[in-house]
């Protein structure tokens, strides 16, 4: 109980919670937001670098009163070869309450919290899901398309059209996103050459469209999430860059033939020139600061979930 470890089997009605509970969080005094998880300890194990993630979580954390820690691979005894169940363990007998992974391997949270016992908040797990990053897309575009943000239903987002684009087949964000926004009622295309899509879109939701023509596939979009080429993962596959950019990059040039007013996200890290140029990113229409700030609200809810509903 407690655990966030894929959005594949959230009901509605508990991301309509966790939303609820962001905007409730977010409008607490400091003092009494720090009250909430007062003297409770969480901890943070990294087995791949983040920035927003990793500091979100741990912001989010301090703000509610809870004391936390990070271990990260590379200054820890995982770097002796220990294992994540005996991590895990030693962080449970240190006291930890909750844990928060992020690991390269698909399904290494749902194996933590079996281990330990403990919540475990996904932080994104290999390719397979990065769960609070989709609800913090979610908040993200409710807000940008002047919707309600404590709540949503099956037709919330009926009549939005989001284009994912990128290098979706080795992307976290992509399939949560792509399994989450449809079940809310919103048309979901995936778009990038053949090389990045995924093979199994139809598992992650049957209403999912491909498209190959990033111009065809931006023509009615309501948002679009553009996505970092994931080059630690690309193995022995190689881009061709200026094509790449000449047919993908979300520029100044293709924002204008969009619909305007049409949201533009990336959930970081970004490559600035490469899959969106900078003064896209920088522009009136760009979320992506929005994005890392809904980060802090979305996590301080996921941890209060966990605290609470883990403690039961
Ligand atoms: N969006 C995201 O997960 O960013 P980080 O890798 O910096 O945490």
Redesign the pocket.
Request: cysteine-free; glycine content about 12%.
């Given at each position: 109980p407690g655990s966030l470890l894929t959005v594949a089997n959230l009901p509605i009605e508990e991301v309509a919670k966790v939303l609820a509970l962001a905007d409730e969080l977010e409008a607490l005094p400091a003092k009494e937001k720090s009250q909430k998880l007062s003297g409770r300890r969480v901890a943070l194990l990294f087995y791949?670098?983040?920035?927003?993630?990793?500091t979100s979580f741990e912001l989010a954390a301090k703000s509610l009163g809870a004391t936390t820690t990070l271990v990260s691979d590379k200054s820890s005894s995982i770097e002796k070869g220990e294992s994540l169940k005996d991590t895990g363990l030693t962080l449970k007998a240190l006291g930890a309450e909750a844990i928060i992974l992020?690991h390269n391997s698909g399904g290494a949270p749902m194996l933590l919290a079996r281990m330990t016992g403990l919540p475990v908040l996904n932080?994104?797990d290999g390719m397979h899901q990065?769960p609070s990053?989709a609800l913090l897309d979610l908040r993200t575009i409710l807000q940008r398309l002047g919707k309600p943000t404590h709540t949503v239903t099956e037709t919330t987002l009926t009549g939005t059209t989001v284009v994912i684009t990128g290098d979706i087949r080795h992307s976290r964000?992509a399939r949560s996103n792509a399994m989450l926004l449809p079940r809310l009622g919103a048309k979901v295309i995936l778009c990038g050459p053949p090389e990045l899509l995924p093979e199994e879109a139809h598992t992650l939701h049957p209403t999912l469209e491909i498209a190959r023509d990033f111009d065809a596939a931006l023509k009615n979009a309501d948002v679009t999430m553009m996505l970092r080429i994931q080059s630690e993962r690309l193995a022995n596959l190689k881009l061709d860059l200026p094509d790449y950019i000449a047919r993908f990059q979300l520029n100044q040039d293709r924002l204008a033939a969009c619909k305007p007013g049409m949201v533009v996200l990336h959930?970081?890290?970004m490559i600035r020139g490469l899959e969106i140029a900078g003064e896209v990113a920088d522009g009136p229409q760009s979320a992506i600061e929005q994005q890392v700030t809904n980060g802090l609200h979305i996590r301080a809810a996921l941890l209060v979930r966990a605290l609470h509903e883990g403690a039961k």
């Open positions: 791949e670098s983040s920035t927003r993630t990793r992020r932080a994104g990065h990053q964000v959930p970081g890290p």
